[in-house]
């Protein structure tokens, strides 16, 4: 079993910034990709960013693409999810989540880890 643990989440104006960040343990050998997705009251969970832990390659969806960046540390097992230019849609609760195969890095059934999830508020 894989462990995530998300922190970072908070309150942030319309434009501002924040960094989450998902710390994974256990059994981490057998994951191969990190990401994040995001769920806001009455809506489906959307996939945000994925990056696949031993190239780095990164995945966005084109709704956050060029103001959110996803990276990692491999030697913390923490994936962390830069935040820029936080717009009134935005808001969310935020899952960390770990694959095990990237094959459906975009979809939710694609991961097999799921953390708690972190709040992410925009204020106008």
């Known amino acids: 079993q894989v462990q995530l643990v998300e922190s970072g989440g908070g309150l942030v104006q319309a434009g501002g910034s924040l960094r989450l960040s998902c710390a994974a343990s256990g059994r981490t050998f057998s994951i191969v990709a990190m990401g994040w997705f995001r769920q806001a009251p009455g809506k489906e969970r959307e996939f945000v960013a994925t990056i696949s832990l031993s190239g780095g390659n990164t995945y966005y969806s084109d709704s956050v693409k060029g103001r959110f960046t996803i990276s990692r540390d491999n030697a913390k097992n923490t994936v962390y999810l830069q935040m820029n230019s936080l717009k009134p849609q935005d808001p969310a609760v935020y899952y960390c989540?770990?694959?095990?195969?990237?094959?459906?890095?975009?979809?939710?059934?694609?991961?097999?880890?799921w953390g708690q999830g972190t709040q992410v508020t925009v204020s106008s």
């Open positions: 989540a770990a694959a095990r195969s990237l094959r459906d890095y975009g979809l939710a059934y694609g991961y097999e880890y």
